[in-house]
Every structure is written in C-alpha cells, then in structure tokens.
C-alpha cells in the first residue's frame, strides 16, 4: 500500500475542506488514491466535488481584444505578483491580447512567431524576461468568431486575474454579453449547456450521488429518485444558461439573454495560474533545516 503522507493529507483538506483523521483515513481505504478518496468522501455526504482548477497556483495577467468579428483571450504567467503591477508587463500582455486577435494563429507555434515592431511576440517575450528579472511564459490563448449579427462580451476581474470572454448569437448588445461574461467570472461555470456535458461525466456524477443517498440510509425506491433530483441540481450548477443570473437572481442567464433577443453560443474563461502547481516556501522548516 502506498505510504500516506502529511503533504496527501493536506491536498486532500485542501481540496475538500474535511477534517485531517478523515482525510487521512479516506486516502488509506483508497490506498492513496487523491480521485478515489475525494469520490468516497462526497460518497459520505462529506464533501463536495473536488475543483483543483479552484486554486491559483501561478502569476500573471490575462487580457481579452476585440478585432472585429473576431476576439482573442490570452494568459500571460510571471513567476510573482509583484510583475503584474509593471507596466511595461502589462502593456506586454495588451498587445499580445491585440495581435492574436488581429492574426488569428492557429496554435502556440504561430501565435509566437507574430510579427511586432521589434520582432516577433515571442522575441518580446524573451526581452521582457531579462528587462524584468523574471521568467514570462506566454501560457495559452484562444480565439472566438461571430457573425454580423452578433456580439462579444469582454470582462477583467482584479485588473486581469481572471478574464472572460463570450459570446451571444442574436444581438449586438454587447453590454447585455459583458454582464453576463461578469456572471462567468462570478459563478464559474463548466458549460453552456447540459448537452455539452460528456456522458462518462453524468454516469460518474450519478454513480457518487446514488453511493451517497444510499449511505444516507434511503430506501431503495427513494433513491432513484433523489438521484434524479440531485442530478437535475448539479447541471444546473454547472452550465451556464440554467444558473440563476448575478444580477438578477429571479431569472435565468438564458432568460436574460433571451429578453435581448439572443442566444449564449459559447464563453471562455481563463483564471490566471489554474492547473498549475505553485512552489510554497515552508520558511519555519527552512530555518529548522539550517540550525541541524
């Protein structure tokens, strides 16, 4: 069996929000497994879906531009908070932002080989590393494409820390499509709609939710329907047009873009630094280290 450490124990706290002798007792049934024990302690009603996306684990700014019918989202890391206050990075990541949009590349590879004034976007880049002290890394990008009859929605959370951009078929309000890029930032949500979501996520959904009522102590005809229930609430957790609207919790994201006439056809939402891992400094075990 794989050896339980201290650092396992912590994740699986960090990410579920139990206790340290439940998490360490979840992750021993399921032999370290961090998936498995996160499934088992939702199973037990004690926590709910594990979201490591949900921890910010890098620096960095991200930008959205409107070229036209076209618009560009981009994220640009740097390795402290402290670069995301300099203008000359700032200014980096605007016109990243402007020339993705304006030159439509179609992978990483193209979008660091745009030509700027003074090279390419990947040679500023570089410049912007040695001018600045650290380490820029132009993370991702992705672009969105409308119709004349449509609109972008363009929305900075904290100056950049989170962006979002959508999109709306049916309009060309593009307050009505930056309010609800705001809902996005707010709420977060996986998909536009239930369609979207894939069916090996619906059946592990379901087969959590059915653990869970049955170690609740439901009859078996009960239980099929609290799963159903619950399920119906989880896709409306999750996508974005059944969500209960931020600015106006009586109705829907699709109801409030239906009253504009128009149709949620798609959004991104970039989160600076999710999915990546960030270096923590146990300064206290450092001193401990030196004094041995």
């Known amino acids: 069996m794989s050896k339980i450490t201290a650092t396992m124990v912590k994740e699986l706290r960090d990410l579920t929000g139990v206790g340290m002798m439940d998490a360490k007792r979840a992750l021993v049934e ?15 009603g004690m926590a709910k879906a594990g979201k490591k996306n949900d921890r910010i684990a890098a620096e960095g700014l991200a930008n959205v531009h409107v070229a036209g019918n076209t618009a560009a989202i981009v994220e640009i890391n740097s390795e402290t908070d402290f670069v995301a206050k300099n203008e000359l990075f700032q200014n980096l990541v605007k016109d990243v932002a402007r020339l993705v949009a304006e030159n439509k590349p179609a992978n990483m590879e193209e979008a660091l080989a745009i030509k700027t004034e003074k090279g390419t976007i990947e040679s500023e880049i570089i410049e912007a590393t040695t001018v600045i002290g650290e380490r820029i890394n132009f993370r991702r990008f992705e672009l969105l494409e409308k119709e004349d009859n449509a609109a972008f929605g363009g929305y900075l959370h904290m100056g950049g ?36 979501v894939s069916a090996e996520e619906l059946e592990h959904e379901k087969k959590v939710l059915t653990e869970q009522a049955l170690n609740e102590g439901k009859p078996a005809n009960i239980v099929e329907k609290m799963v159903m229930g619950r399920m119906s609430k989880f896709l409306a957790e999750v996508c974005l047009v059944d969500q209960p609207f931020v600015k106006d919790p009586d109705t829907t994201v699709e109801k409030f873009a239906a009253s504009k006439g128009a149709t949620v056809k798609g959004f991104v939402r970039f989160e600076v630094g999710e999915g990546i891992e960030k270096r923590e400094e146990d300064f206290a075990a450092e001193v401990m280290s030196q004094m041995k």
């Open 30 to 44: 399921v032999e370290g497994d961090l998936e498995k024990a996160i499934d088992l302690l939702r199973e037990k």
């Open 161 to 196: 820390k989170i962006a979002v951009l959508t999109l709306l078929d049916g309009t060309t309000d593009e307050e009505a499509a930056k309010d609800i890029a705001m809902h996005v930032a707010a709420i977060n949500p996986r998909y536009v709609t239930k369609e979207e």
